[in-house]
Structure formats: structure tokens, C-alpha cells
């Protein structure tokens, strides 16, 4: 039962465009998120969080946006950079992180 | 580097044979939290501590597995009688404080393979 759910394994988007990557929950209880970013041979680094009593929170060029009666956030970065290319994890904080599958992000020239 | 750190980063061992594993996590965090990651999957729970207490174990966590936080500083988790199917990258993460404000951060995981 997978309870944070990612459905695109991976992206790809042009340099200086903007990246969109999605993640679907499907329990109600749930209403803290995090994003994670994850390069190959790394942990994950923690790359922003959102609480559900807010809908958006920004930190320079990434944004995360939480829509609870659809029980969805994304994540923007933008504008793309070539370093952004890793594994994007979004995760939701029940004293545990439960992860959803991970977006592969490619970011070209 | 005030980081999460982990011992050894790799390893590889016989099907049937002993592991453990060492993670030091940041000074001034009481949780510690273990996470296991296989291929095209994100990390999974397997159990966590606050200070030197276990609060929480996954049923992913056969009784092969054992965990420790003596002293509530770092913390080994040791597989007995590896299997194949142990093969995996685990993850250690910590955080500071309860509550579901804190975001963990994570160590850079140590890659077993089970051959």
C-alpha cells in the first residue's frame, strides 16, 4: 500500500526552464511534507518542507506547493540548473518519513 | 564535518554471515532513525530512537535484525545470517527534537551486498 505515490520516475527539461515534479498522498492524517533531493552514492539531503496550514513555501528557486482537498504537492525549481539532475523524493513526516518512488530529474543544456 | 556519518560505506559479504553497521549522528540530535533504500524504491522505515530508547520498529525488521543506541549517542544496527534479498543501501538519518517539525537528515548510507 503505497501511501506517498509518485507516478513519473523521471523528467527531463531544458536549462533556465522550470521543473515540475508531482507527488500524491492518500492519507488525510498526513500534514507535514518534505522534499528530498538524492544523488547516486548519497544520502538524501533535505531540500524544503510545507506544513498543511500553509499551501506554498518558497526558498529561492524552489517552491512547494500543497493542495489538500486533491491530497497533492509539487515541487518548482526554477529556473533549471544542470546541478538540479538527481533523484527527487517527496516525503511525508508521521515521526517516520514515508517516501513516495522518487522523479529522476534530468536537467540539460 | 558536523554531519550524519556512517561505517563502512560498503560492504560485501557472504549469504549467512554477520554485518553491522555504525552511524554517528549530529551532536545535538536525540532521534535517530534507520531507513533501508533497494533499487528504483524509496527508503523505507525500519526503526528509529529517541536518546537510547527504540520507540518504533517496522515489520520489515526480521528478528535477523537488531538495533542499539547505547548511551544515546550513535547507533549500530546488526543483520544476523545474511540473505540475498538483505542486499540494500541503509540509511541513517537524525533529528532534532520530537514533534513533526524536524526534518531528518541523512547519512550517505551503507551499501551492503549479500553474495
Known amino acids: 500500500d503505497q501511501q506517498v505515490k509518485q507516478n513519473s520516475p523521471s523528467l527531463s527539461v531544458q536549462e533556465g526552464r522550470i521543473s515540475i515534479l508531482n507527488c500524491d498522498y492518500t492519507?488525510?492524517?498526513?500534514?507535514?511534507f518534505l522534499w528530498y533531493k538524492k544523488y547516486p552514492a548519497e544520502g538524501p539531503t533535505f531540500l524544503i518542507s510545507?506544513?498543511?496550514?500553509?499551501d506554498k513555501n518558497e526558498d529561492g528557486r524552489f517552491t512547494v506547493f500543497l493542495n489538500k482537498s486533491a491530497k497533492h504537492l509539487s515541487l518548482h525549481i526554477v529556473p533549471s540548473q544542470p546541478g538540479d539532475s538527481a533523484v527527487y523524493f517527496c516525503?511525508?513526516?508521521?515521526?517516520?518519513?514515508?517516501f513516495g518512488t522518487g522523479t529522476r530529474l534530468q536537467v540539460f543544456p | 564535518d558536523t554531519g550524519v556519518s556512517q561505517d563502512p560505506r560498503h560492504k560485501i559479504t557472504k549469504r549467512g554471515q554477520n554485518v553491522t553497521f555504525r552511524c554517528d549522528p549530529i551532536?545535538?540530535?536525540?532521534?535517530l532513525y534507520w531507513y533501508r533504500q533497494t533499487l528504483g524504491q524509496g527508503p523505507e522505515f525500519l526503526t528509529y530512537?529517541?536518546?537510547?530508547?527504540?520507540?518504533?520498529k517496522s515489520r520489515l525488521l526480521s528478528d535477523r535484525f537488531s538495533a542499539e543506541r547505547p548511551k544515546g549517542s550513535f547507533s549500530t544496527l546488526e543483520i544476523q545470517r545474511t540473505e540475498q534479498g538483505d542486499s540494500a543501501m541503509y540509511l541513517c538519518?537524525?533529528?532534532?527534537?520530537?514533534?513533526?517539525?524536524?526534518?531528518?537528515?541523512f547519512g550517505p548510507g551503507t551499501r551492503l551486498t549479500v553474495t
Open positions: 492519507n488525510s492524517m498526513f500534514d507535514y
Open positions: 551532536s545535538e540530535h536525540n532521534r
Open positions: 510545507i506544513s498543511s496550514i500553509k
Open positions: 530512537f529517541q536518546n537510547e530508547a527504540q520507540l518504533e
Open positions: 516525503a511525508s513526516n508521521t515521526d517516520k518519513l514515508i
Open positions: 538519518a537524525s533529528s532534532l527534537g520530537t514533534g513533526l517539525i524536524h526534518e531528518q537528515y
